[in-house]
């Protein structure tokens, strides 16, 4: 395997699967993780790239007294209004692509040559994100362990956890999509660590 190209991998999966904890381990072996989801809520926090469009767009009611934007009032009008929701993404889905092109540059510019884009909804974004990376690496579990798993970390009720995970793409829809899966369940961390040492080699990490 050649170390020298610089491989862009996808990773995603479903709520509850492990895919903060892969990326940890990707990230430990020396991979760059550019976080998207946590780009999405930078460009929304005080002081973020999209404030000054949202104001412009939405009015200043959608800002909250902390200078960013105000989630609830956010989902509320696009829920009423479908179109809202297009002018919301219109706003942010291009800052995104741009910090995320910028972090990627930065790393490449310090030494790595693996760059995980770590995307809950890569899926649900279809080519989007997908002609933009080399793999596509799906963490994998079924849906009972999710909602044993995120019951555990956050406490939420069975029943909303079950509505998290219907607003995202069917298990069936992720791993079609996938090159690579790591099938998390029933494993000891050393084994996922085992797991994704395999997967890592295949990218010279």
Do not use: Y
Not at 59 to 84: H, K, L, S, Y
Not at 153 to 169: H, K, M, P, W, Y
């Amino acid at each position: 395997m050649n170390t020298q190209r610089i491989w862009r991998i996808g990773l995603t999966g479903g709520i509850g699967s492990g895919k903060s904890t892969v990326a940890g381990m990707l990230a430990t072996r020396g991979a760059a993780v550019i976080d998207a989801d946590a780009i999405s809520r930078s460009v929304t926090a005080p002081g973020g790239r999209a404030i000054a469009a949202i104001v412009q767009a939405f009015g200043p009611a959608m800002i909250d007294t902390q200078g960013a934007m105000d989630r609830q009032a956010m989902r509320e009008t696009v829920f009423q209004n479908p179109e809202a929701k297009k002018q919301l993404e219109a706003i942010i889905h291009p800052l995104v692509s741009q910090i995320t092109a910028e972090q990627a540059q930065t790393a490449v510019h310090n030494g790595h040559r693996v760059l995980v884009f770590d995307v809950p909804l890569l899926v649900e974004s279809g080519e989007r994100w997908r002609k933009q990376v080399d793999r596509v690496v799906v963490v994998d579990c079924d849906a009972d362990t999710q909602r044993q798993r995120v019951m555990a970390r956050s406490g939420l009720a069975a029943e909303e956890i079950d509505r998290i995970v219907s607003l995202q793409v069917s298990r069936a829809q992720r791993l079609a999509c996938a090159d690579v899966v790591i099938f998390n369940q029933g494993l000891s961390l050393a084994e996922l660590e085992a797991e994704v040492a395999q997967v890592a080699a295949d990218f010279g990490l």
